[in-house]
């Protein structure tokens, strides 16, 4: 039997779907499938697709008719494409134009905006997932949402977080603190974009809790990461005087987190927070909103507040950073939970399952 060609098609590029689409395509590959990554210049320089000896094609994150017609010739002899996040697979099915070729979503996160964008962003959701010929939805609630949109096949599939990122803990005394002035002060630290619906407004509320509050020391919140709302979170920061530092974005985020004392996750939904999984998975204390499908995600592995509740957050982080039994008792269950999550080599043989049901190949 020739062997199996898929693309797999990443859009923007976050950190977790193209983390999952570089372990997905090394794992591919070990099984002898031929894979083609079409995704952005810089998202191949930050992940290394070729590298694990899949083929790479740049294709920038749009609708134009140059971006479209690199994406139809890279699908052009697939057997199966793959599309990642709801913008590539409304780019990839429109690439395919009816042509029989199988297309797998895998749906990491959705939209949560309201007005005319919420709208627009509802009726990608629905053109996208009724294109599929099998969804994997990353969390329970997105697999209710999918069906509600007119998915035909929706299949829970949790996503492992390659053992490459995960660093070691380091403690009190890393260098990383040391360079954030963070050595005889607690750390707090957050990863996400810069935008509304991650919730840093709301940390920012819980920060000025702690400065009203008098802690003593006072911690200080880092957050990697950015976005449209950089200069308006900055300005506030400097305003207010408040102990935050925005770092941009970092290529050492796993050595930060595993520095931290706890982490931090606001957001006003998650899916497989990859924030979440690699603080639990290295023992970081987690504080987090419970919302979308962290609760499922960290059990009772992680300290759990409201989303838009800025005195709750508040509590919680406190109180965690003065109790360092409670954060002892945090990181263990965090590393026992994180043991229940599937392995790299699972999501790839999940993922080759569906590829030879929807291709009707017995074996790859």
Known sequence: MTPLRTVQVLGGG?????????SLAAGLVAHGV??????????????????????HLHVPRRGDPVSMAALRAACAGADVVHAHGLHAAARTALALGGRPVPLVVTWHTRSVEDGARGALA???????LRAASVVFATSSDLVDTARSRGARDVRLAPLAVPAS???????????????????ERPLVMAVGALVPERGHDLLLDAVELWCDQGLDPLPLLVVAGEGRERAALQRRVEQADLPVLFLGCRDD????????????????????SLLAQEALRIGVPLVATAVGGVPELVGRAAELVPYGDPAALSVALAR??????????????????AASWPTEEETVAQV???????????GV
């Open 14 to 22: 976050s950190a977790g779907s193209s983390a999952h689409v570089r």
């Open 34 to 55: 031929r894979v083609t990554v079409c995704a952005p210049d810089e998202v191949e320089r930050a992940y290394e697709f070729e590298e694990c000896g899949a083929r």
């Open 122 to 128: 509802r009726a990608l959701e629905r053109r996208s």
């Open 165 to 183: 990122r995960l660093p070691r803990a380091m403690g009190p005394e890393s260098k990383a603190r040391a360079e954030l002035g963070a050595v």
């Open 253 to 272: 985020v796993g050595e930060l987190l595993a520095a931290a004392d706890v982490a931090v996750l606001p957001s006003r939904w998650e899916s497989r």
């Open 320 to 337: 965690l950073l003065a109790d360092p039994g409670r954060r002892s008792e945090l990181a263990a269950a965090g590393r026992v939970q």
């Open 352 to 362: 080759l399952s569906v590829y030879d049901e929807v291709t009707h190949r017995s």
